[in-house]
């Protein structure tokens, strides 16, 4: 039984990247950092599955350069 037929949400993320190659181990700088954020809708099909539609934007910083932009995305999500 659906009590909502849809549901808007927001978010905010963050995190830190590692990488290696055959010049870097791992854990050598350097790191890189994310942050981002954005909304979006579900709209239900069933209590446990819906279409999603969000927008938002992801950025990295790496060596001090800052790359990124916006994220759109349409998907499907379902809980078991």
Not at 64 to 80: D, E, L, M, N, R
Request: zero cysteines; aromatic letters at 22%; hydrophobic letters at 40%.
């Amino acid at each position: 039984m659906i009590i909502n037929d849809w549901r808007s949400y927001g978010y905010i993320e963050s995190g830190i990247g590692f990488t290696a190659n055959g010049i870097k181990s791992f854990i050598e700088q350097p790191y890189t950092f994310s942050f981002g954020g954005g909304g979006g809708t579900d709209i239900f099909l069933t209590g446990a599955m819906s279409i999603f539609f969000e927008v938002g934007g992801l950025f990295n910083i790496t060596n001090g350069a800052w790359s990124g932009g916006s994220i759109f995305q349409i998907g499907w999500k379902s809980w078991f």
